[in-house]
Nanobody
Framework: QVQLVESGGGSVQAGGSLRLSCAASGDTYSTNCMGWFRQAPGKEREGVTGIYTLGSGTFYADSVKGRFTISQDNAKNTVYLQMNSLKPEDTAMYYC????????????????????WGQGTQVTVSS
């Protein structure tokens, strides 16, 4: 089992920045991919970014490319989401997720590949 705990959400003005953290514990050795997803009220869950933990592969949604950056600290079993130039449309509940399938590196955008999920952290961007 893998447990994920997110932190770092909050309210910011448009153009501001936030850094989300996701601390993993448990059987972290089995995790091949980590991802960030978001969901706004009345909207479908959307893949924001993902990373193949055993290599250099990453995925970014077109809407966040150039503004958001995913990174990991293996020593701390933590993945980060640096969010810059935030827009009101970035407002959502953000979820950290972990995948164990070896095929997840080819489908980092697909929430169906992830079996472990954090509780979510709210990000609100005001204009």
């Amino acid at each position: 089992q893998v447990q994920l705990v997110e932190s770092g959400g909050g309210s910011v003005q448009a153009g501001g920045s936030l850094r989300l953290s996701c601390a993993a514990s448990g059987d972290t050795y089995s995790t091949n991919c980590m991802g960030w997803f978001r969901q706004a009220p009345g909207k479908e869950r959307e893949g924001v970014t993902g990373i193949y933990t055993l290599g250099s592969g990453t995925f970014y949604a077109d809407s966040v490319k150039g503004r958001f950056t995913i990174s990991q600290d293996n020593a701390k079993n933590t993945v980060y989401l640096q969010m810059n130039s935030l827009k009101p449309e970035d407002t959502a509940m953000y979820y950290c997720a972990a995948a164990v399938s070896p095929y997840c590196r080819y489908r980092l955008y697909n929430p169906g590949m992830y079996i472990y999920w954090g509780q979510g952290t709210q990000v609100t961007v005001s204009s």
